[in-house]
């Protein structure tokens, strides 16, 4: 027993490695190395999560968006979009752009200010400035000056330079600034500007409600004005000698700059007042910004946010409101307002002539442009994809390459059912700024976003902008009624959980919350069509299965198979032994209808064998597009909702699709439309189940209970009659394991009956996991977490003499097969028997039957793949595209039958071809990865991914020559990336640690080495793992920053020079240069940026396209020149040619008298 005990465990060990017998024969050449691979983050698109501040450069006409947590985002015209983050999380209070020089500063939470070079293509910090005791509130950068003003907590007033960010000795103290006889802080600064007419004036807002101008000269202040409300902005008049003040109690006021006694005016624009001068019946909620801008041609604009009378105990309606003379607009908005800035023609404060013509409105959701030059105030339609999370996503599906012709079509569909919207302004996007990268890609990408109300929306996104193809509604398909709540509990019943789609055959299959699978199939025409529902029901009952704590080696064929390794039919289920009770069966279906009767709820609350949702009856009318053809329904059973789908597989070429669930899996044939397998996990295993599973309750006396039980079961008789009855196996349909063409609508239920118990996790992300899993608790069922068709070996064979153990009659042959990963490790195949394609596709069943394999691995299978002898992708078949809805010229719909190319021989291994059919199964599960030799069943590589943390997600993916590796994303952040067949690692990057369950659910790696995950709920995230495609990036984004020319300043006129306030221009190097002292090194401490060789090499590219550029005006200004000269010759010419014809006309007439001429 020891000896036989010790081969064993040699033998388990040899197929655990990659260095002996496993090893292949023929090693397959490689050419991926560790210099092809990088990560590199490529856009961010959508809206900025929770957005804080917003700063607009009115020049070169672009804006920033600063966030929560630290992430600055920086949009030009539609395609420049850059996103940058600080180095922290903290939240940027608020951006300001040196206007037309390339750079913007942040200021943030943790008080410091960062500036940024927005001279490049990847923006970078080029200088940081650490506050040490205070905290600031407030920042200022005048119009073209080197100094800019820093406000804090404690109403002190720092100067610092911009070029060097270093403090100067100039400091404004509140003492100082307020009145002598106070004697409290005058609070936070929270405004600071320079009167638009006189540098030498710089006006101080106080929260409290005190506003000073201090004269910068004589370090003094001017005038105080003391406001009976707290202020929260301020605006000056284009004259420099009246400003505005919003306070909290939802009132202007403004104040003369002459006159700080009393304000001017103090009026509540919407505030109903019962005495004039009087405070408001009812409150007013704050307004938080105010501008005061100019209009040459009409009265000027005064704008301001918030101010609505509100309820008791409200916070009021969040609106915009706009107030031009005596006409008064509210703009109400959807959600908070977060900030606002209006458009104007000019940057300079003082121009007589600001005429703004658009407002920037940033809402907590969304981003508003309100066109002021057309009537009603309309707003632009926003072209850039921040409608993203319109509704919240739930899923996202990466398609790197696909078809040519796809996104056409869906434009072309998308074009046609959207209705025109006229209500947006018919002018163009006033955000202009920036240019356009020269390079580009070549892919023809699409996105597919699913969201909480079912809608799904497909993006192009074979450039650096995402676009919106086409959106999809799946709620349509149900009746609109009162509804349950979805299976997670909460109020979204139709959100999307999974998506995948053929490209080719453009057939697209969805998941819903609640337990409910759709099929839609593209049409270029308009149909009225009636939809195919299959209710089915998954129900066993076992105890938690008791996980090993060591892998197992592959089990052997169970002795079902041994007995007889033909298809199940539905004549052999139908008369199994008189001595064995058949299995439960479904209701009766209704003779007229051909429908089964709905369940009934059994008591009050209770619902058993009846959907979530209710599917729509009769014809109903779709429009070009995607148009429903299938739903499969799951049902509840015993007041338990049905089981969430955890993955999905479509093959177009078998006409099959497969979704497994938390514990089960279902098998349906959509071209018969019916339900072909749907079964518990534990039931698939039949005797080859490697876990000891203890039933809760005594089951029934030889009732079978799972397709391995019933062949078992099958007497001699019975199989000879199916082997020779095919066609009469057709003819007795079953709902389990054949395909019979069905009615329209159909309940299945499971061949074993006991109560459904369920232990649902609190996110759809969260996966079973083995005993030995720590990271996350381990649910009480066996799911089906990964699927793949593929036509492989299905059973194994010995790699030394070829013999199919155990022994049968004829060797293993590639089939059809769907191989099946489990939440607990294992590897199952189903085979999949087709009928030939054509008319016998149609009417002859689908079968499928287990092969006895079962393959075990530690942790979660996440992906299956297969390789051929050369490390080729064994890719799934697939249809081509044919439009079913396509009408004869007569008028009448043609009734096309699906057609199917010839099928691919099956190959048997033999002596001569062993080497050059052999497959490779790539498994990667939550801890490791093998390549597993077929038919053999052999360990050719082995490949520990994670250890102390497990894999989220894994796929074999292309690169751009076309070879293959296998790419993983790991909890700890980790991004590896391993080479095929050998599984030696070529990366092992630190990228983004899964602090968020949305990125695990939404990470998805493509082709060509692309990726992408939700890095927020209204943003997603594109990366490359490619070195290549990172290479080319600095080409494919655009540039920020356009040289172009300042607007020259408004000229004044003699009166007003003469009556203006201006004391002269200010020297403010001189005044807060060297000579103002030496600042406190314990205020702010000075840190170098991180911009580096990028920083470096931008600037060269910009000094060498200067160089380019002025080389380029150099030499059209020599062409003109030239030009000139060449014209002036002519003319010379022409003179002198007319003034000889003059002198000689002269001399001719000269002695003539005047009668004669």
Known sequence: MTTKYLKKKINELTQGTSSNSAKLDTEISESLHPNHFTVCKVVRHGFPFEPTAMAYDPVQNILAIGTKNGSLRIFGQPGVDCHERHDSDVAIIQIMFLINEGALVTVCADNSLNMWNLRQKRPAILHSLKFNKEIITYCHIPFQSKWFYIGTERGNIHIANIETFTLSGYVINWNKAIELSRKTLPGPVIHLSDCPTDQNKLLIGFESGTAVIWDLRTKAAENRFNGAQPIRSISWHFEGRQFMCSH????????????????????????????????????????????????????????????????????????????????????????????????????????????????????????????????????????????????????????????????????????????????????????????????????????????????????????????????????????????????????????VQKITMCPDSRILLVAGASGHLLLYRFSKLEASCEITSLEISIVYEVEDPDTPETELPPMPTPNSLKRNTSTLSAESTAGLSNNVPPPAAPPSPNPSTGAHKPSTSSGEGMRDGVPNLKVKSGLQKYTMGYQPDLCCQLLWTEGEPPPLVTCLQINSFYGLIAFGTVNGLVIVDYIQKTCLLHMGTPNLYGSADPYQRTPRSPKKPKVPQSLGDIVEQLTDSERSRQATGAVAAAEQPNGICVSPTGNNSKKMKSVTDGKLTR???????????????????????????????????????????????????????????????????STLVIVLSLPPPGDQRISQ?????????????????????????NGGLISASTEAWKDMNYEQKEGEREKKKPSMPPRVP?????????????????????????????????????????????????????????????????????????????????????????????????????????????????????????????????????????????????????FKNLFSVSSGSLDRQELFGENSGKPSRSIAKHVPGTAGMEAVKAQSQTVGGEIARTKLELIKRGEKLSETEKRTSEMMQNAESFASAANELMKKQKNKKWYQL
């Open 845 to 869: 069943p689908v079968f499928v039957s287990p092969s006895g394999t079962v393959l075990c691995m530690k942790g979660t299978i996440l992906n299956i793949a297969f390789l051929n002898s």
């Open 248 to 495: 909290t109690d939802g009132s202007l006021s403004c104040w003369d700059i002459k006159s700080p006694s009393k304000p001017i005016s103090v009026t509540y624009p919407h505030g109903k007042v019962a005495v004039k001068g009087g405070k408001p019946v009812d409150p007013c909620a704050p307004i938080m910004k105010v501008e005061w801008k100019s209009a040459k041609l009409g009265e000027p604009y005064v704008i301001f946010s918030g101010g609505l009378c509100q309820e008791k105990g409200g916070t009021g309606t969040p609106c915009v409101t706009i107030i031009q003379g005596k006409n008064t607009t509210v703009l109400e908005m959807e959600y908070p307002v977060i900030d606002f800035v209006s458009l104007c023609e000019t940057p300079w404060p003082s121009a007589e002539n600001q005429d703004p013509h658009a407002i920037l409105v940033l809402l907590n959701n969304d981003l508003v442009v309100i066109d002021l030059m057309s009537p009603g105030y309309p707003c632009f339609e926003n072209p850039y994809p921040m409608d993203l999370h319109e509704s919240p996503v739930t899923c996202v599906q990466y398609f790197a390459d696909c078809p040519a012709d796809l996104i056409p079509v869906l434009y072309s569909a998308g074009s046609n059912s959207s209705r025109k919207k006229t209500s947006y302004s018919k002018k163009n996007w006033p955000i202009k700024g920036g240019q356009w990268g020269t390079g580009g890609s070549s892919d023809q990408e699409i996105i597919i976003t699913g969201h909480a109300d079912g809608s799904l929306k497909f993006w192009d996104a074979s450039q650096v902008t995402l676009q919106v193809l086409y959106k999809l509604k799946t709620a349509k398909v149900f009746e609109r009624g009162k509804q349950h709540k979805s299976l997670d509990g909460d109020e979204e019943p139709y959100a």
């Open 759 to 825: 232990n649902r996790s609190e996110s759809s992300f969260t996966q079973s996991r083995s005993s030995s899993m720590s990271s996350l608790d381990r649910e009480s069922k066996e799911g089906v977490q990964s699927l793949y068709f593929v036509e492989s070996y299905a059973r194994k064979t010995d790699p030394v003499t070829g013999q199919v153990i155990p022994e049968t009659e004829k060797n293993p042959i590639t089939s059809p097969c769907l191989w099946v990963g489990t939440t607990l490790g």
């Open 906 to 1054: 099956r190959i048997s291994p033999s002596a001569s071809t062993e080497m050059a059919d052999r497959q490779f199964a790539v498994i990667t599960s939550e801890k490791e990865s093998k390549v597993i030799s077929l038919p053999s069943q052999t360990c050719a590589y082995r490949a520990k991914i994670a250890e102390s943390s497990y894999v989220v997600k894994a796929d074999v993916i292309s690169m751009p020559n076309k070879e293959l590796c296998l790419a993983c994303y790991i909890a700890n952040g980790h991004v590896v990336i391993y080479s095929l067949p050998s599984l030696r690692l070529l990366l092992d990057y630190d990228f983004v640690p899964l602090t968020d369950l949305r990125v695990g659910r939404t990470f998805q790696f493509s082709a060509h080495g692309k990726a992408l995950y939700q890095c927020s709920p209204t943003e997603i995230q594109r990366l490359t793992v490619c070195a290549e495609h990172s290479n080319s990036l600095h080409d494919m984004l655009g540039d920020l920053f356009i040289p172009c020319t300042t607007p020259e300043a408004p000229s004044r006129g003699f």
